[in-house]
C-alpha cells in the first residue's frame, strides 16, 4: 500500500510538526494550507518528492471547489483535519453571517472532503481519518469563541456516523486538544495565558511534538483497533 496522508490545514503550528512526522515515516504527504508559510516552503525544498502543498482558502466555495478537483484522482490512505478558524466572537456577538463562515471552514468543508476520499479508501481497503477538536466543546468554548467552539461541537458527530466504516478498514476519530501555545491561541482575545495553564492539572501546556506524536499514531497504521472515539489530549482536563 501506498502511504499517503492529505493533511488540512497544514500552515498552523502543529500542521507543520504533523507533516513532518509523516514525512519522516515514510509517508508521500499532500496538504491543503490558506496563508503563506516559510517553514512549510522549507519542507518543500528538502522533500520534494513527497510533500505536495495546495493552496485553498474554504471560505471561497470556488477555492473549495478548484481543491476537490486537485484531489480528486489522488488515492488518500489517511486523512487528518487540523482546520481551525478563530473568528474571536462572543455568544452576544454572533449572527448569522459569522456563524456561517465559521461552520463552512471548521465543519462543513472538512467533512466533505472526507466524503470525497473514503471511495479511494475503500478500494485498498485501508483508511485513517482524524479530526482535530478542542478541549473547549466539553467546557462549552471560551469568552470569545463561541463560533470555534460550536462548530468543532459539531464536528464530533462524525466518528458515530462512520462507524460501519470499520469493515473496510477505515478508523474514524476525534482528538479534543487541550491548551497549546501556538499563532492560533495568540490571536484569542483577552486571553490570559498564565491563567490558562493554572486550570491544567499537569500545570503545563502541551508540547506542539506531544501533540502530533498522538496524532501520527491515531491516524497512520499504527492505529489498528481505535475507532469512533473522541480521545482527550489535554493534561488531565
Not at 13 to 34: A, H, M, R
Not at 132 to 139: D, E, L, P, R
Request: glycine content about 6%; aromatic content about 10%.
Amino acid at each position: 500500500m501506498k502511504k499517503t496522508v492529505l493533511i488540512l490545514g497544514g500552515s498552523s503550528d502543529i500542521g507543520y510538526e504533523v507533516i513532518l512526522k509523516f514525512l519522516k515515516n515514510g509517508w508521500k504527504v499532500i496538504s491543503q494550507y490558506n496563508f503563506n508559510n516559510k517553514s512549510l516552503n522549507k519542507l518543500k525544498k528538502n522533500y520534494a518528492h513527497n510533500l505536495l502543498l495546495i493552496k485553498s482558502n474554504f471560505e471561497k466555495n470556488s477555492s473549495f471547489n478548484a481543491f476537490l478537483k486537485k484531489i480528486n484522482n489522488l488515492h488518500i490512505s489517511s486523512l487528518i483535519n487540523l482546520v481551525g478558524f478563530i473568528d474571536n466572537v462572543s455568544f452576544e456577538k454572533a449572527n448569522l453571517e459569522n456563524m456561517k463562515k465559521c461552520i463552512q471552514i471548521n465543519t462543513l468543508v472538512p467533512i466533505l472532503i472526507q466524503k470525497k476520499v473514503i471511495d479511494k479508501m475503500k478500494d485498498i481497503k485501508f483508511g485513517r481519518i482524524l479530526h482535530i477538536s478542542s478541549i473547549g466543546v466539553k467546557y462549552g468554548g471560551g469568552e470569545n469563541t463561541f463560533n470555534y467552539s460550536f462548530s468543532k461541537n459539531a464536528l464530533e458527530f462524525i466518528p458515530s456516523h462512520m462507524k460501519n466504516l470499520v469493515k473496510y478498514n477505515i478508523l474514524t476519530n476525534v482528538l479534543r486538544v487541550g491548551f497549546v501555545k501556538t499563532k492560533l491561541t495568540k490571536k484569542i482575545k483577552n486571553k490570559n495565558i498564565n491563567q490558562r495553564i493554572k486550570l491544567i492539572p499537569i500545570g503545563r501546556s502541551a508540547d506542539k511534538q506531544e501533540i502530533s506524536d498522538m496524532i501520527y499514531f491515531l491516524a497512520s497504521e499504527k492505529n489498528t483497533y481505535i475507532s469512533n472515539e473522541k480521545i482527550t489530549i489535554a493534561g488531565g482536563e
